[in-house]
């Protein structure tokens, strides 16, 4: 039986317009695989807005106990792409990670 996630961590980091284009496709190829392989779920999203965009990246998990296996301690703590500060308008200094009261999507 399929784990059901208790936990998401929230990672929001903000990128020039300009270079939007550019760190998608590093945040795909370097930050979500390694999500993919240790987490039950991953999504990342991506808002253009005039002048910046604003990536979110949620991971689900089974407990805070898996989760701070994947993260190597604290949680909280936010592990940054090398290429990150090249990237992003600033550097995120916290993860939110929340408990999931409902989770009503559909199974397949």
Do not use: C
């Not at 792409?81 to 397949?108: C, H, K, Q, T």
Request: hydrophobic share 40%; aromatic share 8%.
């Amino acid at each position: 039986m399929a784990q059901k996630p208790t936990i998401a961590r929230i990672w929001r980091g903000r990128t020039r317009r300009e270079v939007a284009d550019a760190y998608e496709p590093y945040i795909r190829r370097e930050g979500i695989p390694p999500l993919e392989k240790t987490a039950l779920a991953v999504q990342l999203f991506r808002e253009d807005r005039e002048t910046e965009s604003e990536f979110v990246t949620i991971s689900y998990w089974p407990s805070i106990e898996a989760m701070s296996a994947f993260t190597g301690g604290d949680p909280n703590k936010v592990h940054h792409l090398p290429r990150d500060a090249e990237f992003l308008i600033e550097l995120p200094d916290r993860i939110a990670v929340m408990r999931i009261l409902v989770d009503e999507s559909p199974r397949g």
